[in-house]
């Protein structure tokens, strides 16, 4: 036996942590037994039942997961490996990773770097690796240090706090957004120059405002973006990652066709594997061990539902990783 968040809808959606045994893992061919998972920003949805992100009943939540190989059929894995799991649909549509034992498919798993224990590797979760993932998007369209100003928004959440210290880290010059004033010292411990208030973002702007940063990490999406766009200097790029403020884009060709900048889509879930590989070796180079703890609170499993409601809430700072033995 062992614990699980199990979520489920019959016809009442319910959330709760409680023992289950291996017949309720699903199919795969590899078992982990996952000694840390996460919660981010899809994990609360799921489940507090916000949106319907659990597509297949009963679920075992827990997008991300990071712990060693128990028994697998895949050939790339045996047992003792250390492994980590983003994505893929874990948590949505396959039982996840907030229990002690998951099983998954061998062509999921990312070997998870020497550079980092499983709580680390769960401290970078979905959120932290996304983050890489919009830097090296950045980096790929020109973006070096010394270009100018770079805007992260959300920036007190999970992809915005591990952006701030990343690109900080890198040398650029990071304005974190935030709406909460109070955190302002945080963010500069992790890097940020200038810390400014969301609402200058967040209401609807000009098609074509000031020009100011070269490059943009935004996780909020709706006027936070489109505003972004419409103050990114000519010739620069928006990573687009999150919808924390909503899913709409209410903005013009304006800043695409008049300034020549770019919108960079970046998505974590079906990432392939070459990219996820390159994304976790350089947050092994880049991210700093000591900012990450500085932005990790640790709960037990036991207190993720209370921990993922305050997450919906815009209550919690940084990264939460979920001890699961
Ligand atoms: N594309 C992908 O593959 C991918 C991967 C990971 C995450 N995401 C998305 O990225 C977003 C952030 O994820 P996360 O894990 O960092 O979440 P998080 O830890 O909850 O952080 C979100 C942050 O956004 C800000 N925020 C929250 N609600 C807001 C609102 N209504 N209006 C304006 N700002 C708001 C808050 O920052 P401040 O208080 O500092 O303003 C909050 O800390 C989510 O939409 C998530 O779904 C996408």
């Known amino acids: 036996m062992f614990q ?7 016809p009442e959606f319910r959330a709760a ?12 061919d590899v078992t982990v037994a ?10 609360g949805l799921a489940i507090t039942n916000k949106s319907p992100v659990v597509r297949s009943w009963p679920m075992v939540a827990g997008i991300d997961g990071s712990g060693t190989v128990l028994e697998s059929r895949a050939s790339a894995w045996k047992p003792g490996d250390a492994v980590v799991l983003n994505g893929f649909g874990v948590g949505e549509t396959h039982k996840g990773c907030l229990a002690a034992k998951a099983r998954l498919k061998g062509e999921w798993l990312v070997r998870r770097p020497a550079a980092f224990t499983a709580r680390q590797a769960m401290a970078i979760g979905t959120a932290g690796y996304t983050a890489m993932l919009c830097v090296l998007a950045l980096e790929r369209h020109g973006l070096k240090p010394g270009a100018g ?15 701030v210290a990343l690109l900080a880290r890198l040398g650029h010059q990071v ?9 302002a010292d ?22 074509l405002q000031k020009e100011r940063w070269a490059g943009v990490v935004d996780a909020l999406g709706s006027h936070t973006l489109a505003n972004a766009c419409a103050q990114t200097r000519y010739g620069g790029a928006v990573a687009a990652c999150g919808l924390a403020q909503g899913m709409d ?32 070796a350089r947050l092994a180079r880049d991210l700093d061990p000591q900012l990450l703890e500085t932005m990790t609170t640790e ?27």
Do not use: C, H
């Open 4 to 10: 699980a968040l199990v979520l489920e809808k019959d």
């Open 17 to 28: 942590v409680r023992e289950v045994d291996d017949s309720f893992l699903p199919d795969g």
């Open 34 to 43: 996952i000694e840390y998972s996460t919660l981010n920003y899809k994990d």
């Open 149 to 163: 100003e770079v805007l992260v928004t959300g920036a007190t959440g999970g992809v915005g706090s591990v952006a």
């Open 175 to 183: 304005v974190a957004a935030t709406g909460k004033a109070a955190e």
């Open 186 to 207: 945080y963010l500069r411990k992790l890097g940020a120059a200038n810390v400014i208030d969301r609402a200058e973002l967040a209401t609807p702007g000009k098609p």
């Open 249 to 280: 884009l209410p903005s013009s060709v304006a800043p695409f066709i008049l300034r020549g900048i770019s919108l960079l889509g970046i998505d974590s879930v079906m990432a392939p594997m070459a990219s996820r590989e390159q994304a976790w």
């Open 299 to 325: 709960i037990p499993l036991s207190g993720a539902i209370e921990a993922a409601q305050k997450l919906m809430a815009g209550q919690v700072r940084g990264r939460i990783v979920v001890r699961t033995i």
